[in-house]
């Protein structure tokens, strides 16, 4: 790829500094200071008119008068002022801008036309620019120092983002004394261009970057958020704070889900599906911090804990269990060591209480045996300050010990300035430290909890038992009856119809407008029936005594369409009542359930499950996430209920069929994928019965949008528009579609059928051994970044896969790379060809710029093929390998570059 748009603002080799003083106490002299004191290798030019000379430098009254070749322009003058400097960079070829000056569109109307001026000028010269209203940056690597904070940042492997430039402040003091260093310190600012995906994406391919640290307030451009960081999390951690945890000022809704999936709601499943931590303080994120900077991540949640007193050792117990986890139980060889040296009044288990009277070296003993021990995972040692306790000794005699060893160990030196010594002495060896046990418990449970979701969020989901059957048409004809007359509240019987086109199990239900109609359609059905209000104007009939159950006979259903009709007009005078609604009386319900989802306008459709019927909301039980949905996420969103308990089976009552659950939740998601005018839908109650499920409630909203699918929604789903039919030379009949991540069977057995030259000519060296690690890199693809076009056999011939082309797109799309592989059974048959000319065609729609690929010398039949498909050909002496490159051009030529042998 190459090179990135922001390696100017981290990388430069010259820096100007716009608006630079040698007036004291002022944001211009503090910038050219700050670049100085920390000994910015490359040069700095001052620009202000009024001086000749700034702290010993040249100074220029215009950018443009520097006649050099300047990379970062640092932009601290009065706002009204900044659109004419960025101009001024323009002209200067100035490719990135901090702008530190402040009073934009936080302070009216005409601050937001001055940051409109800032960006079309930004534009026109195509410069990147971070801010306005930001601190700058630190990038102790490159020995910058562009902000003014008075505080420099020590080197080290954390990159901290923040949207508060005071914290970043407070950040920077607090990491002195805690020995934390930085490879990156960035103020955001108000994010009118450079943006939190951006600069996740920058960072995640930072070697010296290895977790990232974000506070955040506001989130802009969701979908390339979201592409970022499931991009980045996987190779390294993310941990967050999301101030403002309430939507102020929240409109109403009108369903139960709309109650229920709030705005943090929203941002927690986004995160969680991210791969990112969120954590819920500044202490838990300075604390996080602090640990990912110095200790690897534990494999397990089994924490051993080491006091010296009863009190602390149970505290951290008792943290645990808010995490809803115990401490690990020690091994007979580990009591057995640790009988050897303890006194015999020890506590024999986990708290490994060592008494009051430790003195060092039965620390440094208790610690060693713990360390070896293969039951445990990390540790937490805590000291308490007593008589006999030396609090700085025993500092000294852990330090050599346990820094920079694999496995985590957390330090709780309790006591204040009485431990400070000590404290010091943990903290220059690279041990977290922490003021109380529950700190120590809590960073540890987030650092497992990260490893464990990124476990999980790499299964590879199971296959449904066949295709989804849809019928779009059918569901697309109702929603636009409805939307011509401006949307709003479908009736049930209309969001039921709707659901039965997408294969939910609904109960049979039908319209009557009378007493005798209600009757008559009751006979029909068979009784018992319900009988429920059909109105577009009520949404929760049980608040206008608008149901009626168990009905027996038509006499009961004819006093009961009176009575309801009575109580409606009498509650809601004002209401359109289309009559009733008879429907068949469900029996034995096992359990009462609510799925729905709710368009977020920031996030797109949320998808809701939970324990549902009138009590839903005071129930508080549901959990939410994003579609697209596979059986996978289903089932671990039914989980994090507690109903799922019931729904496993519990005492008398037997377990449901979760697979079927699932598969509804799914049909529930690509509903809301396929249709962005559904604004809620809720299903409340979908009830648990003997052999499956069935709603016998659900309303939709609809409204208009100009927002196509799926646009709609902040993570991109399985693009079938890329599927297509084709025939290889002898016949054989194959679909080409995008790699799904229930595909790594599939994938595992089409790699066993290639050769060793085939492998090597796909991956530049031979791999013998293919890990699930390995294949889900391949499976689990960001459609927004990444696509494995694949060909798989159709009938009559087996369902095997033959080869696949993959693109790998930058983040903004001007360049793609490219790869094909086919297998040995299948060479020679034109499927390479073909998988590079349809690829080559998703690129250009995707509005790739540029395609290049890599392809060895030797593979000759390779370079033959590009050639062949009007690739240019530029030799890498050094390499021993060719780069291939296009330019897709609106009306150029069709097939594009690959790097792979070809059949």
């Not at 000028?121 to 601190?135: D, H, S």
């Not at 604390?287 to 951290?316: T, Y």
């Not at 008398?652 to 809620?680: G, H, K």
């Not at 059928?753 to 693809?781: D, P, V």
């Amino acid at each position: 790829m190459r090179k990135s748009s922001l390696e100017a603002f981290f990388k430069p080799e010259a820096v100007a500094v716009i608006g630079a003083s040698e007036k004291e106490n002022t944001i211009g002299q503090a910038l050219v200071r700050n670049l100085l004191r920390d000994g910015f290798p490359g040069k700095i030019y001052p620009v202000n008119r009024k001086y000749q000379e700034i702290q010993g430098l040249p100074a220029y009254p215009l950018v443009t008068d520097v006649n050099e070749p300047i990379d970062l322009a640092i932009i601290a003058i009065p706002i009204r002022d900044v659109p004419d400097a960025m101009r001024e960079c323009g002209q200067a070829g100035i490719a990135a801008a901090i702008i530190i000056s402040a009073g934009g569109k936080e302070t009216g109307s005409r601050g937001q036309e001055i940051e409109a001026a800032i960006k079309e000028e930004a534009q026109k010269a195509g410069i990147r620019y971070l801010g306005p209203n930001c601190l700058g940056i630190l990038c102790p690597s490159s020995k910058l120092h562009a902000s003014f904070a008075p505080h420099c940042a020590q080197p080290g492997n954390l990159a901290f983002i923040s949207q508060s430039g005071a914290l970043c402040s407070s950040i920077l003091g607090w990491a002195i004394p805690k020995k934390i260093g930085f490879s990156h310190f960035i103020s955001l600012g108000s994010m009118a261009d450079v943006d939190f995906g951006d600069l996740i994406d920058y960072l995640g391919n930072e070697e010296k970057a290895r977790s990232i640290v974000i506070y955040m307030e506001n989130l802009t451009q969701h979908r390339k958020f979201m592409s970022a960081a499931r991009s980045v999390s996987r190779v390294k951690p993310i941990i967050l704070i999301k101030a403002g945890r309430s939507r102020a000022g929240a409109m109403a809704a009108a369903s139960h889900t709309g109650n229920m999936a709030g705005a943090d709601r929203a941002y927690n499943a986004a995160f969680r599906r991210a791969g990112i931590i969120r954590v819920d303080t500044i202490g838990q994120l300075f604390d996080c911090a602090e640990a990912l900077g110095k200790v690897k991540r534990p494999i397990s949640e089994a924490l051993g804990i080491i006091s010296n007193a009863g009190g602390p050792g149970v505290m951290a117990v008792d943290a645990l269990g808010r995490w809803n986890m115990e401490p690990a139980t020690l091994s007979p060889e580990t009591l057995e060591q640790l009988d050897e040296f303890l006194p015999p009044y020890w506590s024999r288990g986990n708290p490994i209480d060592i008494l009051g009277d430790a003195p060092p070296e039965r620390y440094l003993w208790a610690v060693q045996v713990a360390m070896a021990a293969p039951e445990l995972s990390g540790l937490v040692v805590i000291l308490s300050p007593q008589a006999m306790t030396d609090p700085t000794a025993v500092a000294q005699a852990l330090a050599p010990e346990i820094g920079g060893k694999g496995r985590p160990v957390f330090a709780v030196w309790m006591g204040g300035d009485d431990v400070e010594a000590g404290v010091q002495i943990l903290n220059a060896a690279g041990i977290p430290t922490f003021e109380t046990p529950e700190q120590a418990v809590d960073t540890f449970m987030e650092m497992y909890f990260y490893s464990r979701h990124l476990e999980l969020l790499q299964d590879t989901p199971p296959r449904l038992t066949q295709e989804l059957s849809v019928n779009t048409r059918q569901a697309r004809t109702f929603l636009a009856q409805r939307l011509e007359r401006q949307g709003g509240v479908l009736t049930e019987l209309e969001s039921k119809a709707i659901l039965s086109a997408y294969g939910i199990p609904v109960n049979p239900t039908v319209a009557a407008s009378s007493a005798a109609d209600a009757a008559a359609v009751a006979l029909m059905l068979g009784f018992p029936v319900a009988l429920k209000i059909n109105s577009p104007d009520i949404s929760h009939k049980s608040e206008v005594d608008g149901m009626r159950f168990d009905l027996h006979n038509d006499r009961e259903v004819l006093a009961a369409y009176e009575e309801i009709l009575t109580a409606v007009k009498a509650a809601k005078p004002e209401a359109n009542l289309l009559g009733v609604t008879v429907q068949t009386q469900e029996q034995q319900a096992i359990c009462e359930l609510i799925v729905g989802s709710k368009r977020d306008p920031d996030f797109g459709p949320l998808i809701l499950f939970g324990a549902g019927g009138e009590f839903t909301e005071v129930l508080e039980d549901s959990a939410v996430d994003l579609p697209p949905l596979n059986l996978l996420l289903a089932r671990r969103l039914i989980e994090k209920t507690r109903v799922s308990r019931v729904l496993k089976g519990y005492r008398n009552i037997p377990p449901s069929n979760l697979d079927q659950l699932a598969e509804i939740l799914v049909r529930i998601s690509q509903l809301v994928t396929d249709f962005p005018e559904i604004v809620e839908l809720d299903v409340n109650p979908l009830l648990a019965v003997k052999g499956g499920f069935v709603a016998v409630d659900a309303r939709l909203i609809v409204e208009p949008t100009t927002v196509p699918a799926p646009r709609h929604l902040i993570i991109a789903p399985y693009p079938n528009q890329f599927e297509s039919d084709w025939l290889l030379r002898d016949g054989t009949p194959v679909l080409l579609r995008p790699m799904k991540p229930e595909d790594e069977p599939l994938v595992s057995d089409f790699l066993a059928k290639c050769s060793e030259e085939t492998i090597y000519f796909r991956y530049f060296k031979l791999i013998k051994k293919w890990t699930h690690e390995m294949l889900i890199r391949f499976t689990q693809n960001d459609y927004d970044r990444e696509i494995g076009l694949m060909a798989i056999g159709l009938p009559p011939g087996p369902a095997v896969m033959m080869g696949v082309s993959r693109m790998v797109m930058a983040a903004d799309r001007s360049t793609a790379e490219f790869a094909v592989i086919v297998a040995d059974p299948w060479q020679g048959k034109g499927l390479g060809p073909k998988l590079v000319e349809r690829i080559t065609e998703i690129a250009r729609e995707q509005g790739v710029k540029l395609l290049t690929g890599d392809v060895l010398a030797q593979n000759q039949p390779m370079l033959e093929m590009v050639k062949r498909l009007g690739f240019v050909l530029r030799k890498d002496t050094e390499g021993g390998t060719f780069r291939v490159e296009m330019a897709l051009q609106e009306t150029g030529p069709g097939p594009a570059a690959a790097s792979e042998t070809d059949g």
